[in-house]
């Protein structure tokens, strides 16, 4: 007898990708939602019934499509199994998945700051390994121009900062020089707009919450927020959740707090960005969608009333191989396509263009997967002014399963 909630089981959003272990082949689930802290490895023949877990689809239908698959017969009470598995490894949509939720949501929701969720992996933990780091990092960059003081917005990666070292190194060490030349007048506020990796509702979330990190708490501006979020005639502050485990905010603080010389310094106003993919299915300007031209509006009114303000994007580019749904492993044709891609793409934003730069990408149906399409197309948008190619980059992992571009640009 099936369980109740897996007559019909539904697959949460996971993130698969395929490892080795021990010689063997699996398929790694990670949740981009911070629910589950570790992957889950499931064998290949578990991760395709897993896969057709839609929602719609029995257990006598997943029993069928197996035998399609496979060719071998396999009883109910096996698929059953399988799910009962999946369910107490809280991987589908169940009662069990949900009640963890809920409280997992409402002890988070209690929290008057937001604890770190990358600390010790994307970055050390520890706050004089952190700074051996952030400076190992700064010593690696090359350039030597300088700005005229706080720029208005800056475009920094978010893989985390063994992969990034170089540009991150190159886009911070111009902000360091820069500002030691001529510091801001005033604490200045930096609104740092992230591609928010897990389930969101709405396409941006404000938070109350001060952020945490191994140097200090970061103030985060509530007045600012709730302004904006009024102006944008937003829910509240939108889907204040979506900033739970979203590490792509979080990787700036520490470089934030370095750069001016402690979290006092400074206030932030983090912003979470959702996928814009009803623009890209239709092909139309994200300006269509009436809730991301109000918030445009708005913070380009922000940012009109601020004297000392910067727009911050942290954004990756493209995202290839198998990995990410790829069919062949990534090799140098491959990448030298995508950065040619990459570059043509960037060329809008460096002109200003941020309707050019969105009709880019969606022209090619987002193909290379560019996670940081919606907080590169917002600052664009908001600033329409031309920016500076700082750096860009490629990660390739080594047996070619993925890859991953990022820039940094400065305006």
Known sequence: MTEPGLEYPKLRRLEPFPVKQQGQDFIALSDPEGYLRDAVLLSPVAFFVASLCDG???????????????????????????????????????????????????????????PMTRAGMAYAAQPRELLDELSSILSLAGGKEELDGLPRSVIAPHIDLARGARCYGEIYSLLFRSLRRRPPQERPLVVILGTCHGEMEGPFALTSKNYLTPLGLVETDLAAAVELARQSDMDGLGDELSHRSEHSIEIQMPFLVALFGGPENFTALPVTCNSFVASLESRTSPQEEAEIAAFATALSGLVQSRQSVMLLASADLAHVGPRFGGRLPVDKPIM??????????????????????????????????????????????VLAAPSRLVHYEQWVEPDGNSAVTFAALVS
């Not at 998945?97 to 809920?102: A, F, G, V």
């Not at 570059?343 to 002109?351: C, P, S």
Request: charged share 30%; net charge positive; glycine share 4%.
């Open 56 to 114: 719609r689809r029995s257990v006598r239908d997943l029993q069928t499509a197996y035998v399609r698959r496979f060719v071998d017969i396999i009883p109910s009470s096996k698929i059953e199994e399988m799910l009962q598995q999946f369910d107490e490894r809280l991987l589908l949509d169940t009662e069990r998945y949900r009640s963890l939720k809920r409280r997992f949501d409402q002890e988070y929701l209690a929290l008057p700051n937001r």
């Open 336 to 381: 030298v396509s995508v950065s040619f891609k990459d570059r043509a793409m960037l060329a809008k934003v460096e002109e200003g263009d941020a309707e050019g730069f969105f009709a880019y990408v969606a022209a090619e149906g987002n193909a290379r997967h560019i996670c940081g399409l919606s907080p590169i197309y917002t600052i664009t948008k």
